[in-house]
Each structure stands twice: as C-alpha cells, then as structure tokens.
C-alpha cells in the first residue's frame, strides 16, 4: 500500500511537501509522519487568482459535467477506501472504524447525494406574483455560483468536516481552495489528488496547507468563507468577513445534552450514551458531552453506562476491531479534558470510570463517567471535546429541559423515552439546531436534513437546499414578452386622469376585505 508521503503533491509553490514546513504527528504515536508547507498570505493570494481564472471553465461544465466527475469521486473514495483510513488515523490516532464510518461512509453518500441533488436544489425557479403590474411577465429566480469559495476545517473530521463542504461548492459550479487545520492536512491533499484523477480541472479546488495566519489570509481572497472550528475562530472568521461584506456559513462549537426520561429503555440509552460521548474518542461538534437523567432510571442508567465504558479498550489503531476509543488529536484539547475533569472533581464530582490520561507516546484519555456533578462545573457548561460523560439526576423532565438549555451553546440534543409523542415535543423546547428522539448524532447523516446551530453554535447551515444554495447568489430574472405596451400606465407624463386611477386600482386590490 502506498505510503502518506507518496500521495503529498507538489505544493503550487514549488516547496516539496517533505522536509520543511509544518511536521503532521500521529497523535497514536507520536511520531511525525509527514512535513506540509507553511503557505505565506502571498501564495494564498497566488492559489486565489489560480482559483479564479479556472472557475467559469468549471461552471460551463454545467450540472451534468460537474457531477460525472462527483461521481467518479465517490467511486475513487471505495476504490481507495484503504488508503483513505489509514491517511485518516495517521494524522488523527483516531480508530480504523472512527475514520470507516464517520469519513468514509459520509464522503461515500455525500459525492452521490450532491451529484444527484445539486442540478435539483439549483434548478431555475419559475415564480408566480400576486403583483398586477407584472402579469404576462415571466418571472425567474436561479442561482448562480459564487465564483471562489473558501472553506476552512477543523482536525476532527478532516474528511467529512473539511472536505464535506468542498464537495457542495464544487458541484455549484465554483472553484475552492480548502485550508485545512494544520494538525490534519494529509487527508485534504489526498483528495485532492484523488478528485485531479477523477478529471477535476487544474486549480478547481486547492489546498492551502498553513496555519491560522493562512486560513486568515484566505478570507481576505475569496468570495464566501465557510468555515468549522471552534467558536472563537468562528468570531474572528465572521468579524473579517464583515469587514469584506462576504457571506460567512459557520459550524462552531457544541454542548450536546441527552435527556433520559423515567419511562425510558434505559439499556438503549446506556448503549448509546456510550457510544455517542465516547466515538472518536468525544471529539465531535455532536457528541454527546452532558445527560441529564430522570431520578427514577438514575441508579440503573449510571450502573449501566459506567459498566460499559469501564470495557472500552483505548490505544493506537492497529486496524478493524483492535480497540474502541482512540487518540485525542489535538495537543492542547488533552489539557482541556484533564483540566474539565479536575475542576469537577475539586467541585465535589465523582469519577466511576477512567478520569486520567495514559502513560506513554501516544496521547490517549481514559473513557470517563462522572456523577454528582452540576452547573458550577466546568465539565457541564463548557465544551470538553474529549471521552468524557458527566451524568445528572434530575427531578423531572422541567429540570431536564432546564439545564439543557442553559448554555451558550445550541448544536445538538437527544431525548430518550418510549412515549415517542412526548419526546418529539421535548425536543421542540430544547434550543439546538437538531434534536434527535432515542437516538444522537444520526441527523447528521440524513444530508437532506439542514445540520447547523443555534446561539453560539454557528451561522447558517450544511446539508439540505441551503447546505448548497449558500454557495451561490441568487439571481431574479423578470422577462417581458415582445409583444408589449410601448409604455406603461404610470409612467410620464403623470397626469390627474391615470393617477386617480391607479389610486381605484390600489383599492380596488388592496383596499376589499374584513378588518378586524
Ligand atoms: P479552531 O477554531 O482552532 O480551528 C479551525 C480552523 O481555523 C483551523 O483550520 C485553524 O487553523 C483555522 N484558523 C485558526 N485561526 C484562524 C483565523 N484567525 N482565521 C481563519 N482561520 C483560522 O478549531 P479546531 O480545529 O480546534 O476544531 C475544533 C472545534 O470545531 C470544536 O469547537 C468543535 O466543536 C468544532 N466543530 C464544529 C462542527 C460543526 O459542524 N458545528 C464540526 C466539527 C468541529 P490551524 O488549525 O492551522 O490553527
């Protein structure tokens, strides 16, 4: 199998990807497995006006153009499954299966999702008006690609996070250069190689591998930013944005809680508060971070959890089924959970399973359940971003619903009761862009869905008409037939006749009906 280093491409810069630049750690080892370029404001300016002069080709591709080569794409990421996940968790220390069915699977639906979908959401939009003057008229809206789209990406998903959203802005017809986080830019530059095989025309989608300073630099070039990180980058990204008066799309931090009521099936809710914290080892926007547990199911839902993570085997991916939870990625967030879980346990938490980080290379934290923990606590109100679970008792479900809203945050939210009814109302009350009744995070996986949030959790949304339509300015279109009045009614000369008139026309349409 072809090793990481083979697949870097060489940089439009001329600089070779091995050697210099900024060195990629395997977060499962700890050992450097790859050099990217560091890219200048400069080279971002270069990589934009590259950008620019390839996108009308690719738009007069047209729908059917752009999504031949989408879906020859989507055939390349099976091809290349392989590949593709170890390039993943070489850069991440995620688990083969962490990067199989959260990368893989949603890369694999989102090329056939957008190919299908985008010449729909897209499609010209006959209008009809109430509006009198414009009858015979025919009235259009379309939508017209943006022309450069930047798209910057976290380290957790360097995928389906910062890939993803390449993927509906490439088939609106735009041009993208995606910077990805500098921890995770392997998995970006081998898609892009994977999509310049597939027939992408040069420069229709680049890499800007760099840091901050870079993916800031890309926002002062491009036409819209779209951009997944935490919530204070997002203010920044949004604050530059303005500044050029370019739309900004923002998928930013979360605090998902889960709401487990009396009357729930509490094995099921065990299993998937399990799995939903502790999947990529709790470093995803839509984990399940708190949960909030009606008194009567307490004791049982706590034994149950606290069982079932205590058996989580966590270390280096040594391939399918080797262990369950996997690195934490980033360097810093290890100081985040240890810090959340200290501050809990000082404040009176108790920790039932795991609570330390692993002695050795690799950077790992044990899978950890806490209980007696409450909103003083760093660990209910702040985004941990690790394998942790603090669980609450609650009174009643008022108190649930209370403390699930009381957050800066608004990403996600689950509820877990056998009165499905009930549930769907629970979750209207919770303030989250997505709410999921005795299940967590799957929304994400329904592309049809809008997936975005609400408060501090972002501007705009992925997925869906708008996960697509943001990439593109909307165009209304009105068209007078040929064989039309040499001029209108109201215009010049005014004269008292056609005014009064026009004022019994205005009555006439507006001026009928009951008022109460
Ligand atoms: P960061 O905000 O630290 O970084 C995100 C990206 O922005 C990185 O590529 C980073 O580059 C870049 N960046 C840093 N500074 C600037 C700047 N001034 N201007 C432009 N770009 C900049 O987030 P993380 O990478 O730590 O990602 C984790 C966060 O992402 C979590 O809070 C998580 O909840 C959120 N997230 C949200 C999702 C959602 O859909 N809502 C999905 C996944 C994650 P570099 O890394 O090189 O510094």
Same mark, same amino acid.
């Given at each position: ?17 091995? &050697?210099?630049?900024? %060195?990629?750690?395997? =977060?499962? *080892? ?6 990217? #370029?560091? /890219?200048? !404001? ?107 789209? &930047?798209?910057?990406? %976290?380290?957790?998903? =360097?995928? *389906? ?6 993927? #509906?802005? /490439?088939? !609106? ?129 706590? !034994? ?129 862009? !997505? ?82």
């Amino acid at each position: 199998m072809a090793t990481v280093e083979q697949h870097l491409p060489q940089t439009p810069n001329g600089v070779t990807s091995a &050697g210099e630049g900024i %060195p990629v750690e395997n =977060p499962a *080892t700890g050992q450097i497995v790859a050099t990217v #370029p560091d /890219l200048s !404001a400069d080279a971002v300016a270069e990589m934009a006006a590259r950008g620019r002069a390839a996108q009308p080709g690719w738009q007069a591709y047209g729908f059917e153009g752009r999504c031949r080569v989408l879906l020859r794409a989507q055939k390349w990421v099976m091809d290349n499954a392989e590949q593709v996940v170890s390039t993943i968790v070489s850069e991440t220390g995620k688990t083969y299966e962490d990067a199989q069915l959260a990368e893989i699977g949603y890369a694999g639906n989102a090329f056939g999702f957008w190919a299908k979908e985008a010449p729909n959401y897209l499609a010209d939009e006959r209008v009809k008006s109430s509006q009198v003057l414009v009858k015979g008229k025919k009235i259009m809206m379309r939508y017209r690609p943006l022309g450069l789209i &930047g798209v910057i990406g %976290p380290w957790n998903y =360097p995928l *389906t996070n910062s890939f993803g959203d390449c993927i #509906p802005a /490439l088939a !609106a017809g735009n041009s993208v250069i995606l910077k990805p986080s500098e921890i995770t830019p392997l998995t970006s530059l081998l898609m892009a190689e994977g999509l310049r095989e597939c027939g992408l025309p040069e420069n229709v989608l680049q890499i800007a591998t760099g840091r901050g300073e870079t993916g800031a630099a890309l926002v002062e070039h491009v036409d819209m930013i779209m951009f997944t990180g935490s919530t204070r980058t997002g203010k920044k990204v949004a604050e530059a944005a303005a500044r050029r008066l370019i739309p900004a799309s923002l998928e930013l931090g979360g605090k998902d809680p889960m709401l487990v009521l009396a009357d729930a099936d509490v094995e099921r809710a065990a299993n998937f508060a399990t799995y939903y914290s502790m999947q990529n080892a709790g470093q995803t926007c839509i984990s399940i971070e708190r949960a909030y547990v009606e008194e009567p199911v307490y004791d049982e839902f706590v !034994a149950k959890v606290s069982e079932k993570v205590r058996a989580l085997r966590v270390g280096k991916s040594d391939g399918p089924g080797s262990v369950e939870v996997g690195a934490i990625t980033f360097p810093p967030q290890m100081q985040t959970i240890k810090d959340h879980v200290a501050d809990a346990v000082q404040k009176g938490a108790r920790v039932l399973a795991g609570g330390e980080q692993l002695p050795g290379a690799g950077r790992f934290f044990e899978p950890t359940v806490l209980v007696d923990v409450d909103h003083t606590m760093k660990i209910m109100t702040e985004e941990t971003f690790g394998p942790t679970l603090p669980i609450m008792k609650v009174a009643d479900v008022e108190e649930a619903v209370r403390l699930a809203n009381d957050s800066p945050y608004g990403l996600g939210a689950s509820v877990f009761t056998r009165d499905t009814e009930r549930g769907g109302e629970i979750a209207r009350r919770i303030e989250v862009g !997505a709410a999921n009744v005795n299940d967590a995070m799957i929304n994400y996986t329904v592309l049809e869905l809008p997936m975005g949030g609400a408060k501090a959790s972002g501007l705009g949304s992925r997925h869906g008409a708008g996960g697509i339509r943001k990439y593109c300015s909307q165009q209304a279109i009105v068209i007078t037939p040929k064989l039309a009045l040499k001029k209108e009614l109201f215009m010049y000369p005014y004269s008292r006749r056609t005014t009064r008139l026009l004022a019994r026309l205005f009555k006439l349409m507006y001026g009928r009906g009951k008022r109460d």
